[in-house]
DNA sequence: AATGAATGAGATTTCATTCAT
DNA sequence: AATGAATGAAATCTCATTCAT
């Protein structure tokens, strides 16, 4: 992993600065066009000379900013990564600290980052066999931390009181699945669901599992689907 | 696709008779070797060769019992369909008439068909878009078919008045989801659960989701995880 | 070349003329399925399995009557060759003294055999490079003891006074090449000519290059074209 | 065909302009080396490797001059017809006013170009049968259009009483194939004739079926053979 | 920093030929 | 005599990667 974009250097220097901003935007476009035209192809049917065509650059040049066309695709999917870093836990502080209303803020987001990246989602399942083993490793890594956020809120949920003694840890991995679905059987639920109704049905089914039967009343609004 | 494995023709001459048989067996050795070696390595890194030599014959036969690669993945992804279509409607009528052990059943010989084809789920999601449109479109079109024995038992199951009213379709496919998760995430899931305690909390937890409050007595069995 | 058909031998027991019969038959059938697929796609094009398929025979059974795919090539290409040989010079004595009329009766004769094996006539010129040198030589052998009939009533012709003294090698082969064309380039004659006007018109055009200035109104009938 | 070598284009920017310069030379540089080794050894006879090892380059390296083995094929024939269009008109043209020069001088260009391109003549002949039938259509309309120019001195002939009345067509295409013999046939003609011989025999043996017999006369010259 | 021509290993596919039945 | 399943060498074509400019 050579990018630029994505390790956290800040040269100080104006000069190197300014380059850096040039790279970090050269990277961000070459990222752009691999994303667009992997995700209409298949990132198995696209070339790097594709790729290259895409972005309006040459094949030379994306070696210049990935290592080869592992790298670069190993970059598209931490780049979806890598907002569900940053989105999910603002959404979260964002709304307050009802844990409910936490938690519900936090699956929205999650479906809010995989509708933004629909399709770099299904590259993430259909393409991670063709990096190799630290390329894996490291992808699940990050997409178990990624539901950390999940797993505390429903904690907090839990600890309160608001949710059913549950395993935190497989519900917040079966919201993350009911989210990656939006993007995965996309061409299912389009035919009924808009984004909106997708969520608000999900998050009503969810919560009907998951909330205390005492605390229902409280959370009527959540509940009903429509 | 030319595969005598995937028609149900049945000759009458007995020599041909015994002809079927052979190249059906042969269909199957064929299948069963592209599949090992697709889930193994991830279908689009196996090379034809690779198939051939784990199945222990010449490239050239692969040929003349499938198509090409295309059609023998085709194949792979189809097998995996029709387990769904033959043990699931068995699981439900073999289980009794009440609505919600009839669905347990049925979300249970998902998991069971999953889980004997783990790799091969696998496949489905990542190698689709190596398949041309009308093989794509066969897919989708037996995905959805898959999940109409669920989506039966939950209408029946809402129109007796055991389940809450939800939408049917929507969480037929959320069960469906969660049953493929135990392939698409195994290497999740297999650190805390077995297949059993799989199935088990899954079912709890999408029991407090749909069973009617006041009939929630009746099913305490299936609601505990443990 | 092991075909029984093209060699001459003839068995004297009654059980082995009746099998010799039998295998020549077989030996015809296979070249004339050769013939035709060959001459409808392009022998290259066209597979041992596609020969087989339109004589409604096995694979093997080729390989019984003809060594491999280069000798029933040639075979193919040597039946029309021996066509030449019976038909000539048949036609030349057929037609009487006249050394001009026995000159017309051989081209006449030449063209009606082309237009008899039109597609395996073309075959002779597209696929001698795939034969092997022996092949090849054998061809052009032929193929120039084919002309000599010509030759020799130009010769007639000339030595009686009918005729120019022109090199009647050379025109042999011209006329003969003229015959071919009929063949080659059909696609473009069939557009404005039918075979009796072809030859009627080539005839015409050649006796004008060829018949004695004297001569010419002897054979007034055979030098007007229409 | 995206050959730059076949179209005219003509880039005023220097840069592409030296570039484009390159790109014909390459393109002129594989399509001599495959008509080289293709009349050698016959276009299906030739892989693309031995193309590449005649040319000194890579396999791939063809793929980005002619999409494939196809186009490839087609641009070496296309070459030769385009030689015809070139050669021929400016031969008539040089030669003065006389209806029967220009005739000569016609059929002597032709003679010309097969002789500089014998052996792609012969692919002309042997693999049209493995281009598509845009190929083959593309070319067919070619030749025929090759032939024009002597319809068209044939007709000025006619017109001038030069020649005897015979349909133009005909006869062009038969001079055509005349010349096209030298290369057919090259294997026979050389034992006995050298290039000057075989076209003033050939002129002299059409000559004395087309010119008219009261102008034979002026022509004499070219009615004599040796 | 950027280009894109060139490479060549490797993939899919075909098909002449063999051989057990 | 006849079959056709099986083989595997060889062909076409692709594309990740390199490197001279």
Redesign the interface.
């Known amino acids: 992993m050579s990018s630029a974009a994505l390790d956290g250097t800040m040269p100080s220097d104006p000069d190197l600065a300014a380059r850096g901003a040039r790279q970090q935007q050269r990277s961000r476009q070459l990222l752009d066009a691999a994303a667009r035209v992997m995700e209409r192809?298949?990132s198995?049917?696209v070339s790097m000379q594709a790729v290259a065509a895409e972005a309006e650059v040459s094949v030379g040049l994306i070696y210049r900013y990935f290592g080869g066309k592992h790298e670069l695709l190993l970059a598209v999917i931490l780049n979806v990564l890598e907002d569900f870093a940053t989105t999910v836990p603002a959404a979260v502080e964002a709304v307050g600290d009802d844990p409910v209303d936490r938690l519900v803020a936090a699956f929205r987001a999650y479906c809010e980052v995989i509708d933004r990246h629909r399709h770099a989602t299904v590259l993430t399942?259909?393409?991670s066999?063709?990096l190799d083993e630290a390329g894996r490793a490291r992808i699940?890594q990050l997409e178990?931390e990624t539901t950390q956020p999940l797993v505390q809120v429903l904690r907090e949920g839990i600890d309160a009181g608001a949710l059913?003694p549950?395993?935190p840890?497989?519900?917040a991995?079966?919201l993350l699945?009911?989210a990656h679905?939006w993007a995965?059987?996309h061409?299912?639920?389009e035919r009924?669901?808009g984004f909106e109704d997708y969520v608000r049905?999900?998050v009503s089914?969810?919560l009907?599992?998951?909330v205390e039967?005492r605390q229902r009343r409280r959370y009527a609004r959540l509940l009903s689907?429509s």
Chains 1, 2, 3, 4 share one sequence.
């Open positions: 192809e298949g198995q049917a399942y259909r393409e066999k063709s699940k178990v059913r549950v395993d840890e497989m519900v991995y079966n699945l009911v679905a995965l059987k061409w299912y639920f009924t669901l049905n999900q089914l969810a009907h599992g998951l039967p689907a």
